[in-house]
T-cell receptor, first 116, second 114 residues
Framework: EAGVTQFPSHSVIEKGQTVTLRCDPI?????LYWYRRVMGKEIKFLLHFVKESKQDESGMPNNRFLAERTGGTYSTLKVQPAELEDSGVYFCASSQWTSGATGELFFGEGSRLTVL | GDSVTQMEGPVTLSEEAFLTINCTYTATGYPSLFWYVQYPGEGLQLLLK?????DKGSNKGFEATYRKETTSFHLEKGSVQVSDSAVYFCALSRSTNTGNQFYFGTGTSLTVIP
């Protein structure tokens, strides 16, 4: 069974440009999360989809970030225009629906974004 | 708000040494606790978990016990190997009305030398 896949693995762009990150969750996983890790800091929550609906986007830094999940399958995270502080590793994770807090998250390898 | 605090790294140990990585948490309610590991060039993967107080999670020789009285979930291994070199993240999960919310620590980088 394929795991969570993310593309690209690394993107280098200039300030002001646009970047789109893609995540393909594990098939059948309704929950899809985006997280970001800035160098040496904690992994911070960005947003959570359940199927195609945004369940919680309280972690999105500002309106330069736009996430979509077409048809409840893959998801994209667009940063437009990118700023220097957007640099970091963006992780996507998926999980099956479970009751309570015991469900495991399955992570992709991350997309490293460098804004120059 | 909910948060996880874990031991600062990096940590360097000789092979067969004893490992402890400290993790404490702040949370309302009854969270589940996790340790995730990220090996070089790979994504995070679950190492072990505990879902209620006094539970012990274990996997690959690693152990952690959910201590509600000290709000801790320290990771231990009796004898580390070179292949254990990785970044270790402590995390908690809490059920909310919008689904499970996860909170992660800063990660602790471990290097094991032969």
């Amino acid at each position: 069974e394929a795991g969570v896949t993310q593309f690209p693995s690394h993107s280098v762009i200039e300030k002001g440009q646009t970047v789109t990150l893609r995540c393909d969750p594990i098939s059948g996983h309704d929950n899809l999360y985006w997280y970001r890790r800035v160098m040496g800091k904690e992994i911070k929550f960005l947003l959570h989809f359940v199927k195609e609906s945004k369940q919680d986007e309280s972690g999105m830094p500002n309106n330069r970030f736009l996430a979509e999940r077409t048809g409840g399958t893959y998801s994209t995270l667009k940063v437009q225009p990118a700023e220097l502080e957007d640099s970091g590793v963006y992780f996507c994770a998926s999980s099956q629906w479970t009751s309570g807090a015991t469900g495991e998250l399955f992570f992709g390898e991350g997309s490293r974004l460098t804004v120059l | 708000g909910d948060s996880v605090t874990q031991m600062e790294g990096p940590v360097t140990l000789s092979e067969e040494a004893f490992l402890t990585i400290n993790c404490t948490y702040t949370a309302t309610g009854y969270p589940s606790l996790f340790w995730y590991v990220q090996y070089p060039g790979e994504g995070l993967q679950l190492l072990l978990k505990a879902t209620k107080a006094d539970d012990k999670g274990s996997n690959k020789g690693f152990e952690a016990t959910y201590r509600k009285e000290t709000t801790s979930f320290h990771l231990e291994k009796g004898s580390v190997q070179v292949s254990d070199s990785a970044v270790y993240f402590c995390a908690l999960s809490r059920s909310t009305n919008t689904g499970n919310q996860f909170y992660f620590g800063t990660g602790t980088s471990l290097t094991v030398i032969p």
